[in-house]
């Protein structure tokens, strides 16, 4: 399948890494192409300097957001959540219409420093934004409560028993990417929380994630006991 | 133990049933002790009238709010969330000097219908609202990130196998409520966030805990996996 991935940090690296690995036609999106593969070091904790990364890839295409987001016959936004509407009309709603747009993002705002609080949460969310911004794209929020080595690499995490969930408007998207998920990641425990206005619930879910990750690593999960 | 449990809605009677069904003298505290024991319908899902329920508790001891407070050895904030800086005001700072209050409430806003927001989120707490406030009680902030019938069975819900969470500034504080919690209630697993600044990541949770008890009912709760 042709993918493409908005994002050349940590998310978008192990995204578009992992779906090459598989044999999927990927292109991993970025703002300046010559200067993404020019960069040698690090923009984030957890992430490779693109340029020795992309070495380690060199089946990934990179382009533009618009050139990715045009390539893709599925979208992934894996961008930090505070440049995600900057980069999404970057990538261009014509490029979006009518396609799976699976929502990564959290809107974390770092500039107080650790923990981050959110730029958008409570009435409100990053997912929604997205969905009303882009009527046409049939936007899907999930894998944004996990950190990147566990979005592609459940077992690692309790053998894989442990929840992800998903939210959007559109059920015939939500039931594709959890089919995609269980593919591409094996992931086995989905649950569908409804339409796009429960991305608030997975973002504000962050606040709780990022003291877990601060206590003990980003190899953790939920799950959800009953 | 004397126990004062501020609040007559379902988790001050959960709380306090199940703390006197254990010897516990608990006082249970309210705004007008007349009108609460003349009360006949319920005031929210999931309780009894008051009049009705204490009946069945006879061993209970009902209070106003600073009675309550002053009676425990420890006091437990089991309102509402939208009310519980005015319940505190009228328990009255001398009151709760110097002792552990676990709080369990959650500033849930249902004034646009289900599901809430939060009244204070991202930014701020009630947990932190009332530490400050109170800076003579040592706030633990734990239990609100299950429903009542949960707090005091977690064993209901996959065999005990999931996590409660406590925040707060105190750390003896936190180590004798997480010996309450154990003793009282049978709570085995038991993660210490750290501050009550925590509190932030406990309440905004609730988001997605509201959805999920909207989905499948109040008995559940969610396992850290690592």
Do not use: C
Not at 132 to 147: C, H, Q, S
Request: charge should be negative.
């Amino acid at each position: 399948m042709r993918i493409g991935v908005l994002g050349t940090g940590v998310v978008g690296q192990t995204l578009s890494g992992k779906l090459a690995s598989l044999g999927h036609e990927t292109m991993i999106g970025t703002r300046n192409v010559e200067a993404a593969l020019a960069r040698t070091t690090a923009e984030m904790p957890g992430e490779q300097p693109f340029g020795p990364w992309h070495h380690e890839y060199p089946d990934i295409l990179v382009g533009t957001f618009g050139e990715a987001a045009a390539h893709g016959e599925v979208v992934i936004n894996g961008t930090r959540g505070a440049v995600s509407m900057v980069v999404l009309e970057l990538a261009g709603a014509e490029n979006l219409d009518g396609k799976i747009l699976i929502d990564v993002a959290n809107p974390l705002d770092f500039s107080q420093g650790m923990p981050p609080s959110l730029t958008v949460s409570n009435s409100d969310s990053l997912g929604e934004q997205i969905q009303r911004t882009y009527p046409g794209a049939r936007v899907v929020k999930t894998l944004n409560m996990v950190g990147a080595p566990v979005q592609v690499a459940p077992a690692q995490v309790g053998d894989g028993d442990h929840t992800l969930f998903v939210a959007g408007n559109d059920g015939d998207a939500k039931d594709a990417v959890a089919n995609y998920l269980r593919e591409w990641f094996g992931w086995r425990e989905i649950v569908d929380l409804g339409d796009i206005t429960n991305a608030r619930a997975m973002e504000m879910y962050l606040a709780l994630w990022i003291r877990l990750l601060m206590a003990g690593g980003p190899m953790f999960n939920i799950k959800v006991v009953r």
